[in-house]
T-cell receptor, first 112, second 114 residues
Framework: QKEVEQDPGPLSVPEGAIVSLNCTYS??????FMWYRQYSRKGPELLMY????GNKEDGRFTAQVDKSSKYISLFIRDSQPSDSATYLC????????????FGKGTTLSVSS | GAVVSQHPSRVICKSGTSVKIECRSL??????MFWYRQFPKQSLMLMAT?????????EQGVEKDKFLINHASLTLSTLTVTSAHPEDSSFYIC??????????FGSGTRLTVV
C-alpha cells in the first residue's frame, strides 16, 4: 500500500460544476496537508495548506481533513476552464525539515 | 514572498555528458531543499534532501554518485546529473521550505538526454 493514494482521473466537468478531489493516506503521523495545482510542465503551485483535522476555505476552494479516516478532500466551487490542471495532494509529518509525500495527482478538465 | 527560482527550465544534452540544475531561494534562506523527479502522468518522487553545509540524504534507489547535490549556501542548491543517459530524461523539481509559506517549488527543469 502506498503512503498516499489519489485517483489519477481524468476528471471532466462542465463549467460551473462543483469538483471534489480526494486522497487517502496510511501514515497516521501526517499532520500537515496541502493541495497543489500543477499546469503542464510547470512546478506545483500551493492552493491550500491545512494543519490537522478540520476545514479551510479560500475563495472557491475548500479543503477538508479527516484524520480519523485518513482522508482529505479539496472542493472547487463554480469551476472554471482555467481550473483545468493536475491537482496533487501532499502531506508531511513536520512543518519544516521533512519532505512532502505526494499523491499521484488528479487531472481535471473543465469545459466551457 | 517565498520564491524559488530554478534554472534551466529546459535542457537537452548528449548521452554521457553532465548537466547541472540550480535552485535558488530568492527572498528567504533555506537550510533544507528537496529534489523531486516526475515522469509523465506520475507523481513527484522525492530523490534527496539537501542540507546546507552537509551531505545530502538520498532516498532508497537513488544513486548518489549519479545525482550529485551541493547545497553550499543558504540560498542555493544544485543537482548535477552525471553521465546522463536517456532513461534520466525527466522533469526535475526543487522545493524549499519557508516557515510562513510552507513548501515552495521551483518551476522545474525538463531534461532530455539524446
Amino acid at each position: 500500500q502506498k503512503e498516499v493514494e489519489q485517483d489519477p482521473g481524468p476528471l471532466s466537468v462542465p463549467e460551473g460544476a462543483i469538483v471534489s478531489l480526494n486522497c487517502t493516506y496510511s501514515n497516521s503521523a501526517f499532520q500537515y496537508f496541502m493541495w497543489y495545482r500543477q499546469y503542464s510542465r510547470k512546478g506545483p503551485e500551493l492552493l491550500m495548506y491545512t494543519y490537522s483535522s478540520g476545514n479551510k476555505e479560500d475563495g472557491r476552494f475548500t479543503a477538508q481533513v479527516d484524520k480519523s479516516s485518513k482522508y482529505i478532500s479539496l472542493f472547487i466551487r463554480d469551476s472554471q476552464p482555467s481550473d483545468s490542471a493536475t491537482y496533487l495532494c501532499a502531506m508531511s509529518v513536520n512543518q519544516a525539515g521533512t519532505a512532502l509525500i505526494f499523491g499521484k495527482g488528479t487531472t481535471l478538465s473543465v469545459s466551457s | 514572498g517565498a520564491v524559488v527560482s530554478q534554472h534551466p527550465s529546459r535542457v537537452i544534452c548528449k548521452s554521457g555528458t553532465s548537466v547541472k540544475i540550480e535552485c535558488r531561494s530568492l527572498d528567504f534562506q533555506a537550510t533544507t531543499m528537496f529534489w523531486y523527479r516526475q515522469f509523465p502522468k506520475q507523481s513527484l518522487m522525492l530523490m534527496a534532501t539537501s542540507n546546507e553545509g552537509s551531505k545530502a540524504t538520498y532516498e532508497q534507489g537513488v544513486e548518489k554518485d549519479k545525482f550529485l547535490i551541493n547545497h553550499a549556501s543558504l540560498t542555493l542548491s544544485t543537482l548535477t546529473v552525471t553521465s546522463a543517459h536517456p532513461e534520466d530524461s525527466s522533469f526535475y523539481i526543487c522545493s524549499a521550505n519557508h516557515g510562513q509559506y510552507g513548501y515552495t517549488f521551483g518551476s522545474g527543469t525538463r531534461l532530455t538526454v539524446v
